[in-house]
């Protein structure tokens, strides 16, 4: 697969030279399989080439690689003049190339000796484990209080991977007062709530931080109605014959958008939806439902299986995930993550010119209830089939139309005279 990518041999031969010996055809094998141009395995090689050049230059052990040398590397060249076609080229692999191949090398390594060349763990990734397995939090809620732990880290100690020390009150408020300034307010209190939960994972630590706990203020909520979201037939047929049927990423997303119409799912566990949740014979699908972590079935509408059918025969790209929905450009390999879903699903409803308030994934969740709870399902039949363990929270989905509530509502005794 090498010779694919580096027709002349005395390239090969440097390359076999440098660091990167043990790892060349992995690399090959893995732009290959993740669906990159040919173009592109040979700029990535060529990339290598160049860095192995420069590292054997330096005088380093191949043996010794490490993420450093490539931070070295990064600072001292930090772009190339030309790529191999001859055209401006201002990347140098820090974000694309380099990740991949110390990964595969790391591998390597560690098989072999148990030792690894990439930096040591964060110290916030107990934190992950304990928000992903013990609270049990989606992958978007993980990944926000991650993130506002992470710019504390960095605030407070000028490293994002800093170990912990101990913080004082004030500069937990002056780090809370410098991006309240610069936030909206559903931000600030998305921020209080990751540090609150971050200084209690540190009390089950033994960590003594009642006193930050304490300082932490409280953003009182002021009551505001949600927004009514629910489309009407026409709104809902006129945003699904939106979507382009004459290419491969069309269908997959038609697919997509009738999994939202006819199932209420939500968007993330639609993007972790795998093909072992379907049990055709028995016409039913397992909702992942990443937000309990609690797997329920629903019986799969017909039209909702005649499109995922039709996409996984005919459509769905060849790879080794077991999502349904999968990337159809490289990297093939990578997951189809919830927000790009989002976004191109947003972007038809925008096209066929639906309002904003209905223009998000959200909107069809909330259509759906609506729809069964104006059909007469019982609101805690419409909760399970949402996924919901408090009633009050399908309260919020299932709304009534004013339309249904005029044609309950008694008439005026003095108007009968």
Request: aromatic content about 10%.
């Amino acid at each position: 697969m090498l010779e694919y990518y580096v027709s002349l041999p005395s390239k090969r031969r440097r390359l076999a030279e440098g660091p990167f010996s043990s790892v060349l055809e992995a690399v090959a094998m893995w732009i290959h399989e993740n669906g990159y141009p040919r173009s592109t395995g040979m700029d990535w090689f060529c990339r290598m080439g160049h860095f192995s050049r420069w590292y054997m230059a330096k005088g380093f052990d191949n043996d010794s690689l490490e993420r450093r040398h490539v931070d070295q590397y990064v600072v001292e060249c930090p772009r190339r003049r030309w790529n191999i076609n001859g055209r401006p080229y201002n990347k140098n692999g820090q974000k694309s190339m380099f990740p991949v191949v110390l990964r595969l090398l790391e591998e390597k390594r560690f098989g072999q000796t148990g030792t690894s060349i990439t930096t040591a763990p964060s110290p916030l990734d107990e934190f992950r484990m304990h928000l992903r397995d013990q609270c049990a939090l989606s992958h978007s809620c993980t990944n926000n209080y991650l993130r506002w732990a992470r710019s504390l880290h960095q605030f407070a100690f000028h490293s994002p991977d800093a170990p912990w020390r101990s913080l004082s009150a004030t500069t937990v408020l002056t780090f809370v007062s410098h991006v309240v300034r610069r936030c909206k307010p559903s931000c600030r209190r998305s921020l209080l709530t990751a540090l609150r939960a971050y200084f209690r994972y540190l009390q089950l630590c033994g960590q003594r931080v009642q006193h930050l706990l304490d300082a932490l203020p409280r953003i009182k909520r002021q009551p505001r109605p949600v927004p009514e979201r629910v489309l009407t037939v026409e709104q809902q047929r006129l945003w699904l014959n939106g979507f382009d049927r004459s290419t491969a990423e069309g269908r997959r997303d038609d697919a997509m958008a009738l999994c939202l119409c006819d199932l209420g799912i939500r968007v993330g566990d639609l993007a972790t939806l795998t093909l072992d949740d379907f049990d055709w014979r028995k016409g039913a699908i397992r909702i992942p439902n990443g937000k309990r972590k609690r797997r329920y079935w629903l019986p799969l509408p017909h039209r909702v299986g005649r499109g995922i059918a039709a996409y996984v025969r005919r459509d769905r790209p060849t790879t080794k995930r077991r999502e349904v929905f999968v990337r159809h450009r490289p990297p093939l390999t990578s997951p189809l993550v919830a927000s790009v879903i989002q976004a191109r699903l947003q972007k038809v409803a925008r096209e066929q010119g639906l309002p904003e308030p209905l223009t998000g994934t959200r909107a069809m969740r909330q259509t759906f209830a609506t729809r069964l709870y104006e059909q007469g399902t019982p609101l805690k039949e419409v909760a399970d089939m949402l996924g919901h363990e408090d009633l009050r929270s399908t309260t919020i989905y299932a709304k009534i139309s004013r339309r249904e509530l005029s044609q309950v509502a008694l008439p005026w005794p003095e108007g009968q005279s």
